[in-house]
């Protein structure tokens, strides 16, 4: 008899909330900067970060993180602030602008929240610039004009409340002489693609990274080795050519890798932009920059602007047409993007041509010079209501000279504060109220390059990563994502791919946890495209090799050895189609990718639902070797297969069924109690689920991969967890699968052996 073992997935953490579900974790390393006293006095900041909360951290929300370190720094090295500081400022503001109140004064907490009366901020909005402004940033959000919304100030960051989308952000100068440490200092203006300015932005992230992140996980413990082959960009003064340099054995040097979109080309074009066996030499003499492609000609600039020597560009530094060179190659993938210096991701090209230097539409903000003059205290009225209703303390303030603030009560009236009513801290000017323009979510994980299967791992495996969205630029990093406006931003979910060290955060998730991850991660995988459907096994290898290690198992195909049973749990989704994916006259040495794996078949696809320790497991489920899953087979017995939609149900015949199918209705109110101490749930409903082709019935069996654990007086009552599989053409005792399902282990032969044999 086949033995079985009751699923443990450990304990559970001290914070459990009854739930196994997944809650992305990423790396809570970052949680040492967001939750620090400020003690840098010589930047001249005061204050605390903002602090979050493990929910906080945990929530998958964009987090605002308040950090003016590198934009003091670039204020001291570079002229990025000298044309801003030239700008008017607005010449309208209405002299009791309440706009003004929210945006002049830092909130005594971290968050803090208001109504907004939409109806009469547009009645002023006419004859007040930022009055104008700020319901021009509404209007995006089609809000009606007699609505009241809630808005929250988020240190920098304004929100409608009710999606915490973003929408404006309130930037400082560096020349205040305090800043406040919940204002951010930023550019409203980003610098042109490409110009000096824009790599000073990146010089100042690289180099705050390199000095003060080593202990998040953004630098690589070991040195350096170049990969077999690289592209040299040369020293000194720039060249219109460079060469492809082919490493000696354990060369060791600094290099940074290109992630790109490859694009359709033409054979001409082919010729120029990648590298075969009949230009191999000529690559190593020299490569005309004029004739690669703009995205390769932008990368070299790059690594050049950035003090880096070689850059790594797939097309040119595998040999295309040597099918050896390209499989040992590709299985480098895990070494190559995590030992390099950084990423480029050429996030807003298309295809190799576009190039990713290029302009970038500016944003709408308003220059604040000084605060309005404070207006007298109007007449008290009880039945005036403001614009802005049910906030506390939001101040009107001048510098110079002494001057009164007041504050809106909820019922429209303006008083006076007296002195010591006044708020420790005061906005310095100049301030710049900007459209909100960060949206790392849109400009990359949303981006063309971003759906491709071979960037999923390049991203994962990468431990930092410039990326050149169309909107602006973004670095990422184990603190979490700079934006070229000087914000940074952290969020649980990003940073899982994000994440330096990928995946160490599974180290710190439950078991149940990290089975859901890795659903989350396989189905989020399958959803990218690929030119060539047979590679996604091998552009996932990287990334497999790393699971492996994290989790101390083999793995293959997709399938981690210590969650094996769940793994191979993969059904279609329902009412869509799998297409199995077999090589090609143009890739046929590929391999074929065992049918167990789910990486077998393009189409949707996710797990089987399965409770949680609620399962044992078949003890002689394992790996034979990488293709080949060891099993039992059984058949189905005393049943009949029904169509239903696009499953088939299995409706029992033989004296093992006890009772029919439909004979499942639970206890009326009217039972007894007899009859209440004699219940038993539902019988499970029995179906199954093919991967693709249902045409053909016959010579179907089963692999039990698990029992539902349950309290059914009859045996033959249990839940079994089943693949399907049919005999395949690859010999005796070899089977391929074919579906999935569940089925009453009374349809089923498990008080039987079953036949010893392989899923291939």
Not at 398 to 417: F, H, M, Q, S, V
Not at 610 to 623: C, D, I, N, T
Not at 629 to 638: A, G, L, Q, S, T
Request: with cysteine; aromatic share 10%.
């Amino acid at each position: 008899m086949e033995s079985f073992r009751k699923e443990d997935l450990g304990d559970r953490p001290d914070d459990w909330d009854g739930e196994r579900g997944y809650k992305p974790i990423g790396g809570l390393r970052a949680r040492q900067l967001y939750d620090t006293d400020l003690e840098d006095s010589h930047q001249r900041q005061r204050g605390r970060r903002r602090h979050f909360t493990r929910h906080e951290l945990l929530s998958g929300d964009w987090l605002f993180v308040v950090d003016n370190d590198l934009p003091l720094t670039l204020s001291k090295n570079t002229d990025l602030w000298e044309d801003l500081r030239q700008l008017p400022p607005v010449t309208k503001l209405c002299p009791k602008c309440p706009s003004f109140s929210i945006l002049s004064q830092p909130p005594k907490r971290d968050v803090q929240k208001l109504a907004v009366d939409i109806s009469k901020l547009r009645g002023v909005a006419t004859s007040c610039d930022l009055c104008k402004f700020f319901l021009q940033c509404l209007d995006r959000y089609k809000i009606g004009s007699d609505e009241t919304i809630e808005v929250l100030r988020d240190c920098s960051v304004l929100k409608v409340d009710k999606n915490n989308q973003p929408f404006l952000l309130i930037l400082g100068d560096p020349a205040s002489e305090k800043p406040s440490a919940k204002t951010q200092i930023g550019l409203p203006l980003l610098p042109d693609a490409g110009s000096q300015n824009h790599f000073d932005i990146m010089r100042g992230w690289i180099d705050t990274c390199d000095q003060k992140h080593e202990s998040y996980g953004c630098h690589s413990k070991h040195t350096s080795v170049l990969p077999t082959r690289v592209i040299d960009v040369g020293e000194g003064a720039y060249s219109d050519f460079v060469h492809l340099h082919c490493a000696k054995k354990d060369e060791e040097g600094s290099y940074l890798a290109l992630s790109h979109c490859w694009g359709t080309f033409t054979d001409e074009q082919r010729e120029n932009f990648c590298t075969f066996k009949r230009n191999f030499d000529d690559r190593v003499r020299g490569i005309e920059t004029s004739t690669l492609p703009k995205s390769f000609r932008d990368a070299i600039r790059v690594t050049r602007e950035l003090g880096q020597r070689y850059v790594w560009i797939d097309s040119l530094c595998i040999i295309q047409d040597d099918f050896e060179d390209w499989r040992r190659e590709a299985n480098k993938m895990e070494i190559v993007y995590s030992m390099a210096y950084f990423t480029i991701a050429a996030t807003s090209a298309h295809d190799s041509r576009q190039g990713f230097l290029k302009p970038r539409q500016q944003r709408e903000f308003v220059k604040i010079e000084k605060p309005p003059p404070s207006p007298p205290p109007p007449p008290r009225r009880q039945d005036r209501r403001g614009l802005f209703d049910d906030f506390e303390e939001f101040l009107l303030r001048r510098r110079e000279p002494e001057y009164k603030a007041y504050t809106n009560t909820g019922d429209g009236i303006w008083r006076e504060l007296g002195a010591d009513l006044a708020p420790p801290e005061v906005e310095q000017f100049p301030l710049y109220i900007c459209e909100h323009i960060d949206n790392f979510t849109e400009d990359v994980e949303k981006s063309i390059l971003n759906s491709r299967g071979w960037v999923f791992q390049e991203r994962a495996l990468s431990r930092r990563i410039l990326h050149f969205s169309s909107t602006q630029t973004y670095w990422e990093c184990g603190v979490g994502v700079h934006s070229e406006t000087l914000t940074l931003m952290y969020n649980s979910e990003s940073n899982i791919l994000g994440d330096p060290q990928f995946p160490a955060s599974t180290g710190q998730r439950t078991d149940g946890q990290n089975i859901d991850f890795l659903n989350s991660l396989f189905e989020e995988y399958m959803q990218r495209a690929f030119t060539q459907p047979t590679d996604r096994a091998i552009a996932f290898a990287g990334l497999e090799k790393r699971l492996a290690k994290a989790f101390y198992c083999d793995a293959h195909y997709g399938i981690i050895g210590k969650f094996l049973h769940r793994n191979l749990l993969w059904l279609r989704k329902a009412n869509t189609t799998l297409t199995r994916t077999r090589p090609g006259p143009r890739d046929s040495q590929k391999e074929i990718t065992p049918s167990w794996s789910w990486m077998a078949y393009e189409g949707s696809m996710g797990p089987m639902s399965v409770g949680y320790e609620v399962v044992a497991w078949s003890e002689s489920l394992r790996f034979r070797n990488r293709k080949e899953i060891e099993c039992r087979v059984r058949d189905f017995k005393d049943c009949t297969m029904v169509r239903e939609g696009d499953e088939f149900v299995l409706l029992g015949t033989g004296c093992s069924d006890e009772g029919s199918e439909g004979n499942n209705d639970a206890r009326s109110d009217g039972d007894s109690v007899e009859d209440r101490d004699t219940y038993e749930p539902p019988k499970p409903r029995s179906w199954l689920r093919f991967d693709a082709d249902a045409s053909d019935l016959e010579g179907l069996n089963g692999v039990v991969i698990g029992t539902e654990l349950g309290y059914y007086s009859n045996q033959y009552e249990q839940a079994c967890y089943v693949i399907i599989v049919k005999a395949s053409g690859y010999g005796s005792g070899m089977f391929e699968r074919v579906g999935v399902g569940s089925v009453r282990s009374g349809l089923i032969s498990l008080d039987e052996p079953g036949i010893r044999a392989s899923i291939v």
